[in-house]
Nanobody
Framework: VQLQASGGGLVQAGGSLRLSCTPS????????MAWFRQAPGKEREFVAA????????YYADSVKGHFTLSRDNAKNTVYLQMNNLKPEDTAFYYC???????????????????WGKGTLVTVSS
């Protein structure tokens, strides 16, 4: 099982980026796909999640209103659209997948079963 993440980069504050995550090696229709991020010296934190079937989304309070998570079934890809980026959004962003998370609480990294490599997002002020 692999999760291929891409789309990071350098952007000025107020700008936008879109991250992509494409899973392979298993049937992910029963999974919840998620994004976490980890800034230097900080713990990995939950950003957003989406249930592959049905498309229900969950967001951390810190990103509600300026991040949007979606999926494209035809392309088997999940997208994290990040708008109005702030310097505090700077971090490595990780795609993850969970068999069990179905919302109702903020998931910890331990809730996830699979991880992709991080993609760096840097927001300059």
């Amino acid at each position: 099982v692999q999760l291929q993440a891409s789309g990071g980069g350098l952007v000025q504050a107020g700008g936008s980026l879109r991250l992509s995550c494409t899973p392979s090696g298993s049937t992910f229709s029963t999974y919840t796909m998620a994004w976490f991020r980890q800034a230097p010296g900080k713990e990995r934190e939950f950003v957003a999640a989406i249930r592959w079937t049905g498309g229900t989304t969950y967001y951390a309070d810190s990103v509600k209103g300026h991040f949007t998570l979606s999926r494209d079934n035809a392309k088997n890809t999940v997208y994290l659209q990040m708008n109005n980026l702030k310097p505090e959004d700077t971090a490595f962003y990780y795609c993850a997948a969970s068999l069990y998370y179905t919302g109702g609480y903020t998931p910890s990294p331990n809730t996830m079963h699979y991880w992709g490599k991080g993609t760096l997002v840097t927001v300059s002020s």
